[in-house]
């Protein structure tokens, strides 16, 4: 995860952050311009994750969810001000993304694979969000009905033209289920491995109780994403468990995420 060294006045922000940011070097790792995150010099390494009031409630809520099975770090602080922030210790360990992941593709495939099969057994008994799946239809239901999406998204996931890809969702989304805790942006750069074990997960705000194909299809994007080929594919499949996977719901998690 890339960081860049930035410089910021610790009374920028709330009285509660003053021990962690005063006097310690800060530096950007955002990766969405949603929200900003800044890593924290501090001990071991902190994250302190900042945006719109109310929107990272979920995300506050998930994070100690993962982190009663060990899958997260423990949630320091939620503020909701103007803004919400968000303090995490540092996962200890390395996130997939790195060259040392991605120098042997086919044990990449196996640990992500392991690590999602281990998540996916997890009981769902007391998650914040119980019905992810309703979530995430109603929300590609507003954003095409709000023209909300990029003009490039279709193509880029296999559909003409939005129309066809959220004619998918509505023939098709009933299919879903809600019936597994899933990480719900399964990307590389959020699964963090230590000593060749799973280590935990970050940004878990898209989670809870849904459909297992949102994290086989995030996983299976990602790895295509980071490697820069489809090649392994058919072997992150094999690792998971090819029983378990429907390729059909696979194409409507696609055509929901149009509209992501």
Same mark, same amino acid.
């Given at each position: 995860?890339?960081?860049?060294? /930035?410089?910021?006045?610790?009374?920028?922000?709330?009285? %509660?952050?003053?021990?962690?940011?005063?006097?310690?070097?800060?530096?950007?790792?955002?990766?969405?311009?949603?929200?900003? *995150?800044?890593? /924290? +010099?501090?001990?071991?390494?902190?994250?302190?994750?900042?945006?719109?009031?109310? =929107?990272? &409630?979920?995300? +506050?809520?998930? =994070?100690?969810?993962?982190? &009663?099975?060990?899958?997260?770090?423990?949630? @320091?602080?939620?503020?909701?001000?103007?803004?919400?922030?968000?303090?995490?210790?540092?996962?200890?360990?390395?996130?997939?993304?790195?060259?040392?992941?991605?120098?042997?593709?086919?044990?990449?495939?196996?640990?992500?694979? %392991? +690590?999602?099969?281990?998540?996916?057994?997890?009981?769902? *008994?007391?998650?914040?969000? &119980?019905?992810? =799946?309703?979530?995430? @239809?109603?929300?590609?239901?507003?954003?095409?009905?709000?023209?909300?999406?990029?003009?490039?998204?279709?193509?880029?996931?296999?559909?003409?033209?939005?129309?066809?890809?959220? %004619?998918?969702?509505?023939?098709?989304?009933?299919?879903?289920?809600?019936?597994?805790?899933?990480?719900?942006?399964?990307?590389?750069?959020?699964?963090?491995?230590?000593?060749?074990?799973?280590?935990?997960? *970050?940004? *878990?705000?898209?989670?809870?109780?849904?459909?297992?194909?949102?994290?086989?299809?995030?996983?299976?994007?990602? @790895?295509?994403?980071?490697?820069?080929?489809?090649?392994? +594919?058919?072997?992150?499949?094999?690792?998971?468990?090819?029983?378990?996977?429907? &390729?059909?719901?696979?194409?409507?998690?696609?055509?929901? %995420?149009?509209?992501?």
């Amino acid at each position: 995860m890339k960081r860049k060294r /930035i410089y910021i006045d610790p009374a920028d922000f709330p009285p %509660e952050l003053f021990a962690y940011v005063n006097g310690f070097a800060l530096y950007d790792s955002s990766s969405s311009p949603s929200a900003r *995150v800044y890593f /924290i +010099a501090k001990e071991n390494g902190y994250f302190l994750k900042t945006a719109a009031k109310g =929107t990272l &409630k979920t995300e +506050a809520d998930m =994070t100690a969810y993962f982190n &009663k099975f060990a899958l997260a770090s423990p949630v @320091l602080m939620y503020l909701s001000r103007d803004y919400d922030y968000l303090l995490t210790k540092k996962v200890a360990g390395n996130d997939c993304s790195e060259a040392r992941f991605l120098q042997d593709p086919k044990r990449l495939c196996d640990r992500l694979a %392991e +690590a999602m099969r281990l998540l996916h057994g997890f009981d769902t *008994v007391g998650c914040p969000v &119980k019905n992810h =799946t309703k979530h995430y @239809l109603s929300a590609a239901e507003r954003n095409y009905a709000a023209m909300r999406y990029e003009q490039s998204a279709p193509r880029a996931f296999g559909f003409s033209c939005a129309k066809e890809a959220f %004619e998918r969702v509505q023939t098709h989304g009933g299919n879903l289920k809600a019936d597994t805790l899933i990480h719900g942006d399964f990307c590389l750069p959020n699964v963090i491995f230590r000593n060749g074990k799973l280590s935990g997960f *970050v940004d *878990v705000g898209n989670g809870g109780v849904g459909d297992r194909h949102v994290d086989i299809f995030w996983a299976l994007w990602s @790895l295509n994403y980071n490697l820069k080929t489809n090649t392994y +594919a058919q072997r992150f499949q094999d690792a998971y468990g090819r029983e378990s996977i429907d &390729k059909e719901v696979l194409r409507t998690i696609a055509a929901i %995420e149009v509209f992501g």
